[in-house]
């Protein structure tokens, strides 16, 4: 039932910008937390951000402080994934991850099947 699907994903030059999304179906979207988090070749998945609800708090991690933007549309049931000025290590698998409320303390996670972005001349 849940279900994420992740989208603008492609090769990018170095230097360009892209907004990945990701559709949201199957769950109160409002209602649940949403991350993006990357896995470059060789490396284990990295958090990059996450956004809360009801608060609409973001948190980024350290390495990317600054380089990325998260964001959600309530009304589309997506959240975004801003970056601009792009760099080759930028290249990795990118996914979207929902916290879905099961409980007024518990969620459980769901994932994307990820897309791939490639930054290369």
Same mark, same amino acid.
């Given at each position: 039932?849940?279900?994420?699907?992740?989208?603008?994903?492609?090769?990018?030059? +170095?230097?360009?910008?892209? *907004?990945?999304?990701?559709?949201?179906?199957?769950?109160?979207? &409002?209602? &649940?937390?949403?991350?993006?988090?990357?896995?470059? $070749?060789? *490396?284990?998945?990295?958090?990059?951000?996450?956004?809360?609800? +009801?608060? /609409?708090? !973001?948190?980024?991690?350290?390495?990317?402080?600054?380089?990325? !933007?998260?964001?959600?549309?309530?009304?589309?049931? !997506?959240?975004?994934?801003? *970056?601009?000025?792009?760099? $080759? @290590?930028? !290249?990795?698998?990118?996914?979207?991850?929902?916290?879905? +409320?099961?409980?007024?303390? @518990?969620?459980?996670?769901?994932? /994307?099947?990820?897309?791939?972005?490639?930054?290369?001349?």
């Amino acid at each position: 039932q849940v279900q994420l699907v992740e989208s603008g994903g492609g090769t990018v030059q +170095p230097g360009g910008s892209l *907004r990945l999304s990701c559709a949201a179906s199957g769950f109160t979207f &409002s209602s &649940s937390a949403m991350a993006w988090y990357r896995q470059a $070749p060789g *490396r284990e998945r990295e958090l990059l951000a996450a956004i809360t609800n +009801p608060s /609409g708090r !973001t948190d980024y991690a350290d390495s990317v402080t600054g380089r990325f !933007t998260i964001s959600r549309d309530n009304a589309k049931n !997506t959240v975004y994934l801003q *970056r601009n000025k792009l760099k $080759p @290590d930028d !290249t990795a698998v990118y996914y979207c991850n929902a916290a879905v +409320p099961i409980s007024w303390a @518990d969620s459980e996670d769901y994932w /994307g099947q990820g897309t791939q972005v490639t930054v290369s001349s």
